[in-house]
């Protein structure tokens, strides 16, 4: 399970270090693909397998499924860690994420999401957890 929050930056090139305790259960190759929200989301080789096994088994007769299942197959990319623990996160990745340079890692149970620094602060600001809670509680879930 993925947990935590680190902050880090893009280099020029696109490179991004991948904080240790996430690249421990990473590996060495996962994916990154677009994710809800304005972020990416990242994912261990088998936790994608079991999500993209879900994606392909979406009725392709509904338009909405289709679309769905677009959004994060055609975003999604094979990444390796370099010696250094560092990515190349494709320019399209990171032109749809918004990352320039400051980034958070975040992560959220079964995957890591990559946020520019201010749409993460943004996102945050504009949060009520009061109302998230009762939806949530609403969902089955109780603390």
């Given at each position: 399970?993925?947990?935590?929050?680190?902050?880090?930056?893009?280099?020029?090139?696109?490179?991004?270090?991948?904080?240790?305790?996430?690249?421990?259960?990473?590996?060495?190759?996962?994916?990154?693909?677009k994710g809800?929200?304005?972020?990416?989301?990242?994912?261990?080789?088998?936790?994608?397998?079991?999500?993209?096994?879900?994606?392909?088994?979406?009725?392709l007769i509904?338009?909405?499924?289709?679309?769905?299942?677009?959004?994060?197959?055609?975003?999604?990319?094979?990444?390796?860690?370099?010696?250094?623990?560092?990515?190349?996160?494709?320019?399209?990745?990171?032109?749809?994420?918004?990352?320039?340079?400051?980034?958070?890692?975040?992560?959220?149970?079964?995957?890591?999401?990559?946020?520019?620094?201010?749409?993460?602060?943004?996102?945050?600001?504009?949060?009520?957890?009061?109302?998230?809670?009762?939806?949530?509680?609403?969902?089955?879930?109780?603390?």
């Amino acid at each position: 399970m993925f947990m935590s929050e680190y902050n880090h930056t893009v280099d020029t090139k696109g490179r991004l270090i991948v904080p240790s305790k996430f690249r421990e259960q990473l590996g060495d190759e996962f994916v990154v693909t677009k994710g809800m929200d304005g972020c990416l989301f990242v994912y261990a080789n088998d936790d994608w397998n079991a999500f993209e096994q879900k994606l392909t088994s979406l009725p392709l007769i509904n338009k909405e499924a289709r679309k769905f299942a677009r959004f994060f197959l055609a975003g999604a990319a094979q990444v390796e860690v370099d010696k250094q623990g560092r990515i190349l996160l494709p320019a399209n990745l990171r032109q749809f994420a918004g990352l320039e340079k400051d980034v958070v890692l975040v992560g959220v149970g079964s995957r890591i999401e990559i946020w520019s620094r201010e749409n993460w602060e943004n996102m945050d600001a504009d949060s009520d957890m009061d109302d998230i809670a009762a939806t949530m509680e609403s969902l089955g879930l109780t603390i």
